[in-house]
């Protein structure tokens, strides 16, 4: 039995050692870089691009810009139409590249490209009565914008706050990087993405060729968190036009400044919750109003309101989206998109509930337990939010969670919080080949993704299983988009989508070897899941988690420490308990981040993110990362898929800013509602 | 980047020299800061004069408890000297506050001095920055200033120095070696970096040409009960938001002696000399210490989103010095 086995990545000597080969790492004969020149305007157009210096410099092959690079066929997706039109969008967007010999030729030149504007007024900074807010015709991914049901009641108790969260980047270990390779009229794209298959797709219609034509190659991909999902973000398609134009392969790799414009983050929100219940806890109505840009260049609307319309039960429920459209980047999907947010808002706000009502919060959640999924009227194909409060909760120690603002230590105030975790589990239609290689082994491709989250060792896991094989027997082929099609890695989708493929290819080889009577080299089997996924039975399908966290806020500097995070998490079958804790663990310190260090600056003068870089944004280090743990219950659903996983990849985020939040709250007794909760805002609440 | 010359002179003499050479000649340490401001286009150095190999690599203890150190020692061994460690922990301390390992073991001590603001603006060529084009302006003044200075700025710039180092060097008095186009100077702790005034371009009042070849710190018996206390959102590699170097000097609950710097507020690691001042002959109390912080903090000219430094440097002097006063 290997799965559920805390096998090592499969790939794990393979990338310490170096032979793991990302895009920006792949070699190929002739190769020349590119490099964006950003537009230094946040909203007007472009009215010259002068690049006589720059094609000066010996090396400097071509400049592309508006007017002179090669056409793309569809120009719909304005952020895609790169030097497509004049128009510019954002401070930031791509308006000409230069292709060099070499990266630092490319670099030097790039500096040397005179573009000239003609300038308008910019709009960049997010307000909660913006004059411009819409209501979007859809929310992320396909979802109403508004919800309401049930008659509000006067209520006994009653909670009505707004948070803040900012703009929050991606900023996975390796930056977004593509080599293009052009021969004849075959497209091949090494490109750092999440879904070699869409990313192909998206790349044939974008260019106006037949998919038949692009391979997106993607072996390895150090981290996304969405940023490298699909569409494809702009510098994709630059390789491809650089390529294209200067007839030899490009290599074009964004630098971690640029990815603050051209890469995706998570919108600032402003989350109103009204929550009106009965003096024991029970809600009566709920509502969750949302806030949030999105950018002129394209709409994405996040769905950050979805989670109040099934998490607890209730009488009456609102929930609303309303977006500005801003001259800023394009922000798009980061960790558990619309969840994350969304579920720090909730769960504050079920804390202040707690305390209005004097109950515990752990208590609170529990008395609000739908019986059925109050948003589509399903029964959920399981729910143990409460057995995870409860496990989390006892071995926590919550009971010893002091007073708010009581628990002294020395020059610390000390405090414990709570918040319940949610994400969707669902799966897509996939397809995979398993195939007895020619020394009795087995083959088994698809083309799903690696972003280092290990799918690749789960992957084998669950086909050797499935052959009834050790491990050792299996290759798992993954990240190339001319092996059969994979979605891509997202909404936590991964693992259940691709896995159910190759449980079926691997099964059916079995059945195939079995008949035959021996294990035949050639033999294969092919499976595809559509039709299976589109006859599933109408469940709510969710994962859920209890996070808990202890922090230390330092009374003479406001500086707030976590020793101590738990998780629990129930999220179906565990396929591999040692990657599935790195998911979960991994999720908790993005949201510790989230809570406590990270924060994109706009900068409102000139309408980009200023704090660019790694030394500025403050992802947590080592130093911030106590004493995490994660834990989960044995709780394969048989209602979610055939493999009984629902998907760890997002969930270890959900929740854990509030639960760090509402422990800032019991250590000071102060509520803070804007994130991150840092030395500048809690010094003048400290005594 | 900006293509370069580079040259790897034998000693202090051709490193001035060739410093001399070239309109816009640069010296090379450990290259943490200035290799990064290369590849941002903010450092367009036409040569590279490599320093890091030269002969200023050791740390000696002199006779009268004073210590050497040479301009390319680096950090972590800075950090890491046993006379460092036991008789002046606030430097280690701030040693060990800065950076991470690995840019600690390349960095140097006369790098450091001389590293630049890490204010947004300053490293963004596509914006105004005074410090980097004079005269074009400064956008942190009604832009993002919540980390820049609350003390000694200017109409013309708001950044802060950002080394750690420098701030306990600037509590002990340091004094600083160069080798110049003239020959040698002696330059004391603080009086090494500038105030930005209107000529925020300019950091130090180090002259074209000048090498620091190394520092002398002199005896300073009673800074073996010193401590360096540096503020920041994440628990390492993150620069100040407010630091403080402190070191005193307690006899019969009277305060003797004592040494106070600040990081983290000014465009020049700060000497808290009015505080050290009104703090002297006073009894070693929490309250003595809330006063000769205020004496300090009056001078402090917040800007719109930067005024929580005050309140947050006037605890943690506090803090400080009471932790060291027993």
Redesign the interface.
């Known amino acids: 039995m290997e799965l559920g086995a805390p096998l090592d990545r499969v790939e794990g000597w393979d990338k310490v050692a170096g032979r793991a080969r990302y895009s920006g790492e792949q070699r190929v004969a002739g190769v020349c870089h590119a490099v964006a020149v950003?537009a230094?305007i946040a909203h007007g157009e472009v009215l010259a691009v002068d690049a006589t210096a720059a094609r000066a410099v010996p090396g400097v092959i071509d400049v592309l810009a508006y007017g002179d690079a090669p056409a793309l066929a569809d120009t719909s997706d304005f952020e895609l139409a790169v030097l497509q039109s004049p128009r510019v969008a954002y401070r930031g967007q791509i308006v000409a590249a230069v292709v060099a010999e070499t990266l630092?030729i490319a670099?030097?030149a790039q500096?040397l490209v005179r573009v000239t504007y003609d300038e308008l007024g910019h709009d960049v900074e997010l307000t909660p009565d913006h004059p411009g807010l819409y209501r979007p015709e859809k929310i992320s991914p396909d979802d109403p914008p508004d919800t309401g049901e049930g008659e509000e009641t006067p209520a006994e108790v009653s909670v009505d706050v707004t948070y803040e969260t900012p703009a929050f980047h991606n900023n996975p270990m390796e930056p977004h990087a593509t080599l293009a390779v052009w021969e004849g009229d075959h497209l091949t794209l090494y490109d750092s993405t999440q879904g070699a298959a869409a990313q192909r797709d998206a790349l044939a219609a974008l260019l106006g060729m037949p998919a038949e034509r692009v391979r997106v190659v993607a072996h390895h991909v150090g981290g996304g968190f969405g940023s490298k999902g699909v569409p494809p973000r702009p510098n994709s398609v630059l390789a491809a036009l650089c390529a294209r134009r200067v007839g030899r392969p490009v290599k074009l790799a964004v630098t971690r400044?640029q990815m603050f414009s051209i890469t995706g983050y998570r919108t600032p929100t402003f989350q109103r919750m009204r929550i009106g219940a009965s003096k024991d806890g029970r809600i009566a109505d709920i509502e969750h109003h949302v806030i949030e840009q999105t950018s002129t260049a394209r709409e994405f609307a996040e769905q950050s309101g979805v989670v109040t319309r099934m998490m607890y039960a209730a009488r009456a429920r609102r929930t609303t989206h309303r977006l500005a459209r801003l001259d800023v980047p394009v922000n798009s999907w980061m960790r558990a998109p619309g969840e994350c947010p969304g579920m720090y808002a909730l769960e504050s706000a079920m804390d202040e509930l707690a305390e209005a009502c004097g109950i515990d919060p752990v208590e609170l959640r529990i008395r609000n337990e739908p019986e059925r999924d109050p948003d589509s009227g399903n029964p959920f194909s399981s729910r143990r939010l409460v057995e995870c409060l409860r496990l989390g909760a006892e071995r926590f120690g919550w009971s010893s969670r002091p007073e708010p603002g009581t628990r002294r230590e020395g020059?610390h105030l000390v405090g414990m919080g709570v918040a319940a975790a949610t994400y969707p589990a669902a799966a897509r239609p996939a397809q995979a080949l398993a195939r007895v290689a020619d020394d009795g082994s087995f083959t088994v491709s698809i083309a799903a993704a690696d972003i280092g989250t290990g799918a690749r060792t789960a992957l084998t896991q669950i086909a050797a299983d499935a052959l009834g094989v050790p491990v050792a027997r299996v290759r798992v082929e993954i990240g190339d988009s001319a092996l059969p099609y994979g979605p891509l890695a997202g909404g936590s989708m991964g693992n259940a989508s691709w896995g159910w493929a190759v449980l079926r290819a691997c099964e059916g080889l079995r059945d195939g070897i079995a008949r035959y009577g021996g294990a035949e080299p050639g033999l294969e089997c092919r499976a595809d899941t559509s039709g299976e996924i589109k006859n599933q039975e109408a469940y709510a399908r969710h994962s859920f988690g209890a996070q808990f966290a202890e922090v230390r806020v330092d009374?003479?500097?406001?500086?707030i420490?976590v020793p101590r995070m738990l998780g629990v998490f129930a999220a179906g079958r565990v396929m591999n308990a040692r990657l599935a804790r790195s998911q979960f663990v991994g999720g908790m310190v993005m949201g510790l981040g989230m809570a406590?260090?990270e924060e994109s600056?706009m900068?409102?003068?000139?309408g980009d993110y200023?704090?660019?870089?790694l030394?500025?944004y403050?992802v947590?280090?080592?130093?911030?990362v106590l004493g995490i743990d994660a834990i989960w219950l044995d709780d394969p659903d048989p209602h979610a898929n055939p493999l009984g996983g629902k998907g760890i990849g997002e969930i270890g985020i959900v929740g854990a800013a509030a639960a760090i939040g509402n422990a800032v709250h019991n250590a000071t007794g102060h509520r803070f509602r804007r994130l991150?909760i840092?030395?500048?805002?809690v010094?003048?609440h400290?005594p | 980047m900006r293509p370069f010359a580079y040259r790897r002179p034998a000693d202090a003499r051709a490193a001035v020299e060739a410093a001399l050479d070239a309109p816009r000649a640069m010296y090379l340490g450990g290259g943490t800061n200035l290799v990064d401001l290369m590849r941002l286009g903010v450092a367009e150095p036409d040569l590279l004069v490599d320093v890091a190999g030269l002969p200023y690599d050791t740390i000696r203890e002199t006779g009268d408890g004073g210590l050497e150190i040479g301009g390319a020692v680096r950090n972590s061994d800075l950090a890491a000297h046993p006379a460092v460690r036991r008789d002046r922990p606030m430097l280690a301390q701030a040693l060990l506050s800065a950076a991470s390992g690995q840019i600690r073991n390349a960095a140097t001590v006369a790098g450091n001095l001389l590293q630049r603001t890490r204010c947004a603006y300053f490293q963004d060529v596509s914006k105004p920055c005074n410090k980097r084009i004079p005269g074009s302006g400064c956008p942190a003044i009604e832009g993002d200033h919540y980390n820049l200075a609350i003390l000694g700025h200017s109409a013309h710039c708001v950044a802060t120095h950002p080394s750690d180092m420098a701030v306990a060097l600037t509590a002990f008095g340091a004094a600083v070696h160069v080798e110049g186009p003239g020959g040698r100077r002696e330059i004391g702790m603080p009086g090494l970096h500038r105030l930005p005034g209107d000529r925020p371009e300019v950091d130090t009042v180090l002259d074209p040409g000048d090498l620091i070849t190394g520092l002398t710190v002199r005896p300073l018996p009673f800074a073996a009960r010193s401590r360096y206390r540096k503020v920041r959102e994440r628990a390492s590699f993150a620069f100040a938001l407010v630091s403080v170097a402190a070191a005193l000097d307690v006899e019969d609950g009277t305060v003797r002696d004592c040494r106070v710097a600040l990081g983290g507020v000014a465009h020049a690691p700060w000497r808290a000399e009015r505080l050290e001042e009104a703090l002297r002959g006073r009894p070693a109390t929490e309250g003595s210490y809330a006063e000769a912080a205020d004496a300090e903090l009056d001078l402090a000219e917040p800007l719109r989103d930067n005024a929580y430094k005050i309140p947050l440097a006037r605890k943690v002097i506090v803090r400080t010095l009471a932790e060291l006063g027993g």
């Open positions: 950003q230094e630092e670099r030097h500096r400044q020059r009374v003479d500097s406001g500086e420490r406590l260090t600056r900068d409102r003068e000139f200023l704090n660019h870089d030394a500025q403050h947590p280090v080592n130093a911030d991150p840092s030395p500048p805002s010094i003048p400290l």
